[in-house]
């Protein structure tokens, strides 16, 4: 079992910036893709983006490539979010989610393939 915990979100303009963190507890000695994801109300679960566990391969949702960064440190057992030039749609709750691999350069960008699940952290962007 993996307990993930996310933090920083909150609320910033147009344009600014926010990192998200997600520490990892628990059985974190197997291989683990993590991603991130976002929600709004009444909409599904979307894909932002993922990073395998030797953090050589990233996939990003067209949305937000080119203004959000994915990394990880797995000494830290965390993976990060940097989002940069915000927009207002960007705003949603912002989940982290692991799974096991076997392949230790595997992505995923599908919610239904990740098998553990923080909490969710809020970020809202205002114009």
């Known amino acids: 079992q993996v307990q993930l915990g996310e933090s920083g979100g909150g609320l910033v303009q147009a344009g600014g910036s926010l990192r998200l963190s997600c520490a990892a507890s628990g059985s974190t000695s197997s291989w683990y893709c993590m991603g991130w994801f976002r929600q709004v109300p009444g909409k599904e679960r979307e894909f932002v983006a993922a990073?395998?566990?030797?953090?050589?391969?990233?996939i990003y949702a067209d949305s937000v490539k080119g203004r959000f960064t994915i990394s990880r440190d797995n000494n830290k057992n965390s993976v990060y979010l940097q989002m940069n030039s915000l927009k207002p749609e960007d705003t949603a709750v912002y989940y982290c989610?692991?799974?096991?691999?076997?392949?230790?350069?595997?992505?995923?960008?599908?919610?239904?393939?990740?098998?553990?699940w923080g909490q969710g952290i809020q970020v809202t962007v205002s114009s």
């Open positions: 989610a692991a799974d096991r691999t076997v392949a230790i350069a595997a992505v995923k960008t599908k919610p239904m393939n990740y098998a553990y």
């Open positions: 990073i395998s566990w030797n953090g050589g391969s990233t």
